[in-house]
């Protein structure tokens, strides 16, 4: 799993750099350019082959996001800076908390997962065992 982070991570970069050198020779980069690109980044550096497809494009598509969001600040008025640089995690995913699921309140559908009798078991049926039916409603 590190090994496909560290990838990804490495196609960030490439790509965010990319981007700033076309644009510093007055290039105007294009998310479909960029995506077509990552093709001959594969053949270029075989080790992108070790990552699923969908996953590099997702890279791609992340990257663009993070323009707009800054292209969109922008036009607010704010002041921005660059995007940076994807460095390595200081804490290897290996190392990091698991999540803890907090208790919650018992929901009818527990009873499939722990083996439980149905809470509904005994619920009146629409042919009417058990329960009195609504004069109006057609299936009582």
Known sequence: MNTALDTCRWLYNKLLEECTTAREAGITPAMRGMQARI????????FLKDVY???????????????????????RGRTIGKLRFKSAS?????QLQPVRVQDRPWTSFDHVLEGRDS?????????????EGHPDHPFW
């Open 53 to 75: 497809s969908k996953v590099l494009q997702m890279v791609n598509y992340t990257l663009w996001s993070n323009i707009r969001a800054l292209s969109q600040t922008k036009k």
């Open 90 to 94: 200081p804490v290897p995913h290996t």
């Open 119 to 131: 809470p509904i078991q005994d619920a009146p049926t629409i042919l009417g065992g058990g329960g």
């Open 39 to 46: 093709v001959t980044l594969k053949e270029e550096n075989p």
